[in-house]
């Protein structure tokens, strides 16, 4: 199932305390975006990369692109101050491209294929599907630091990237939220806003986002416990 796929990648380093943007921080060697655009690079069913930077920042992963080789970027629009504006920089330059648009967090290097492959699927047969996990941890609900109750962990899960929807609806929840002047945590909660169902695929703990400098040793035993099994 082809698609296109949007990176917002105009971030900082804020949370990962670097003084540049994380995603050139490098995993044995090669940075983080690096990592992520090659798990796209490598997927025939994407037909398209489109990232949203600074532009200050624009040259630098140019060259980076040139120097492993990505060659499915189609476009890097200029970012914008919060992720959704990034987002929507993308959408508005994808047009109608592809059915499908992923939205990935470019500091998630280990999004397995397998799982793409089933967000895809499960995208275009309801419209809308995000990637994530099981809540494996007691979940409580605290207010000032007190247990208001314990919440049924079987009915949470922990939301990741990619979320994939069919063009159309990502492009109409994008611009309603324009229109409304809301700002959303993810685009699923955009698309939730025009009453449409989205639909959970299970992925994998290892899509970790790579956000503090504890990220950065989970990240490099990844890719260690990967060498090793061939992968």
């Given at each position: 199932m ?6 917002p ?7 990962m305390?670097?003084e540049?943007?994380?995603?050139f921080l ?13 798990v796209f ?5 994407c037909?398209g ?39 929507y ?8 491209d592809?059915?499908l648009?992923?939205?990935?967090d ?13 967000l ?14 099981k ?5 409580k ?6 247990i ?7 009915q ?23 229109q ?8 699923s909660m ?12 299970e ?9 503090t ?5 989970i ?7 990967r060498?090793?099994?061939g992968?």
């Amino acid at each position: 199932m082809n698609y296109i796929v949007v990176l917002p990648a105009a971030g900082s380093g804020k949370r990962m305390k670097a003084e540049r943007n994380k995603l050139f921080l490098t995993l044995r060697g090669k940075p983080i975006l690096m990592h992520t655009l090659d798990v796209f690079e490598q997927d025939p069913d994407c037909v398209g990369i489109w990232l949203a930077v600074k532009p200050e920042e624009r040259m630098i992963i140019q060259e980076m692109l040139e120097q492993y080789n990505v060659t499915k970027v189609k476009g890097m629009p200029s970012g914008g101050a919060e992720r959704q504006h990034s987002v929507y920089a993308c959408v508005k330059e994808v047009g109608n491209d592809a059915e499908l648009i992923l939205v990935h967090d470019a500091a998630r290097p280990f999004i397995e294929p397998s799982v793409i492959k089933q967000l895809t699927q499960k995208a275009y047969e309801t419209g809308a599907a995000i990637a994530g996990v099981k809540a494996k941890d007691t979940m409580k609900r605290v207010r000032n630091h007190i247990i208001e109750e314990t919440v049924d962990r079987e009915q949470l899960w922990m939301i990741q990237t990619p979320q994939a929807f069919h063009t159309q609806i990502l492009t109409k929840a994008q611009h309603q939220a324009e229109q409304d002047d809301f700002l959303g945590t993810d685009e699923s909660m955009l698309v939730e806003r025009l009453n449409i169902d989205v639909h959970v695929v299970e992925s994998t703990y290892d899509n970790v986002k790579m956000t503090t400098q504890e990220d950065l040793l989970i990240g490099e035993a990844i890719l260690q416990k990967r060498q090793q099994e061939g992968n």
